[in-house]
């Protein structure tokens, strides 16, 4: 994510919020920690298939057999949820030339398990609230690139490749698996059926 940092730390002269993520959280039971407000990107080739990276490591990663996903992220502040798409596609794979084909009706959610609970997101959630988009891939591959994202981000996979949609749930952790699921449902009717 990009800031105007000539402003310091005011924006139009109000003092910018700081992240909700930036600071520990305290001590909290579970049941009563948020869901991080979060998007999640389907991104399909001219001929039907999606794009998946291999995360390049993070307290999500729980084995190399589960490393795959499709790019995700925060939504920040008030946000809107598509545009928080377009940037977090961009921020991880430099990509820009998409179309919007759809999305999720309902959002989805899931819960970390207790192991990761008060270690991912600096232990302010107990999981993701998700609203999922699909969008058309009109670039060349050469226009993706994971090793290197644009602004300077940290990337997020260390490598990509584009896999059949109905696969995703069989590479993604086990936690996310129920989402993925519900994603490749929705989304099933813009894949040909050689691709399903």
């Given at each position: 994510m990009s800031h105007d940092h000539k402003h310091g730390d005011h924006e139009h002269g109000k003092k910018r919020e700081k992240k909700h993520h930036d600071t520990p959280a305290k001590a909290v039971p579970v049941d009563e920690?948020?869901?991080?407000?979060?998007?999640?990107?389907?991104?399909?080739?001219?001929?039907?298939?999606?794009?998946?990276?291999?995360?390049?490591?993070?307290?999500?990663?729980?084995?190399?057999?589960?490393?795959?996903?499709?790019?995700?992220?925060?939504?920040?502040?008030?946000?809107?949820?598509?545009?928080?798409?377009?940037?977090?596609?961009?921020?991880?794979?430099?990509?820009?030339?998409?179309?919007?084909?759809?999305?999720?009706?309902d959002w989805v959610r899931y819960d970390l398990p207790p192991e990761l609970v008060g270690k991912a997101w600096k232990g302010r959630y107990r999981g993701q609230i998700q609203k999922w988009f699909a969008f058309r891939f009109e670039g060349p591959d050469s226009e993706i690139d994971v090793l290197k994202p644009p602004g300077g981000h940290k990337a997020e996979f260390a490598e990509w490749r584009w896999?059949?949609?109905?696969?995703?749930?069989?590479?993604?952790?086990?936690?996310?698996?129920?989402?993925?699921?519900?994603?490749?449902?929705?989304?099933?009717?813009?894949?040909?059926?050689a691709h399903d």
């Open positions: 920690l948020p869901y991080r407000p979060c998007v999640g990107i389907v991104l399909l080739s001219a001929d039907g298939l999606v794009f998946v990276g291999r995360r390049a490591g993070g307290e999500e990663q729980v084995d190399s057999a589960h490393a795959w996903q499709m790019p995700q992220g925060g939504i920040d502040g008030e946000e809107d949820p598509l545009e928080a798409a377009k940037r977090e596609l961009y921020e991880e794979t430099g990509v820009r030339s998409v179309s919007l084909l759809a999305e999720t009706p896999e059949r949609l109905a696969r995703l749930p069989d590479l993604v952790v086990p936690f996310k698996r129920a989402v993925y699921e519900k994603v490749v449902a929705a989304f099933a009717p813009l894949v040909p059926a």
